[in-house]
């Protein structure tokens, strides 16, 4: 009697294993990390439920602003052609449909940050001073176009409009 009930919680335990895994796996329960090529960049980021989790999208360049900034213009860009390429095939595994789906998910949600750095160009310090509302206000509009592309909120876009439309206002008077 003793071998049989341990024959069957052995049989029980191994089934429920694999179902369990199973699960875990069609669910996409756990975060998984991917790297996809496109456009020369190494696009990193992590999905879990089916979504593809956009903090994630690049983070490992979010130290170099430019090299990040291009990776998630890839990333975006990858992610359209990933849904367009494959949103009209008609896949019977569960697992092809959730990619399909979280890639075109992606495709629509995820918003690149869009940064480009110029280098100054030497001037002489009369004209340094005279540029210096100029330069702080181009900054500002700079700054506040990457924060309200990551903040999604009304207040910072507006200030964002308000900050540039000063900074075009100042370099058309200094032409």
Not at 36 to 64: L, P
Not at 122 to 150: G, H, V, Y
Request: proline content about 2%; overall charge positive; aromatic content about 6%.
């Amino acid at each position: 009697m003793d071998i049989i009930t341990t024959s069957l919680a052995t049989i029980i335990t191994a089934m429920s294993g694999s179902i369990t895994d199973s699960y875990i796996e069609n669910a996409n329960a756990e975060i998984t990390s991917r790297v996809i090529q496109h456009q020369g960049q190494d696009i990193y980021f992590e999905h879990q439920v089916w979504r593809i989790r956009n903090s994630s999208v690049c983070q490992n360049k979010h130290q170099k602003i430019t090299e990040f900034s291009r990776c998630t213009l890839a990333a975006k860009a990858a992610f359209i052609e990933i849904c367009q390429a494959h949103q009209h095939k008609n896949y019977t595994a569960h697992k092809a449909k959730s990619m399909v789906r979280m890639f075109c998910q992606a495709a629509s949600n995820f918003k690149p940050t869009i940064a480009m750095i110029q280098p100054s160009s030497p001037a002489s310090s009369k004209t340094k001073i005279d540029n210096t509302e100029l330069i702080e206000a181009k900054q500002n509009c700079s700054a506040l176009i990457l924060e309200s592309q990551m903040s999604n909120d009304p207040f910072m876009e507006a200030k964002r409009a308000d900050a540039c439309k000063k900074y075009k206002q100042l370099s058309t008077k200094q032409q």
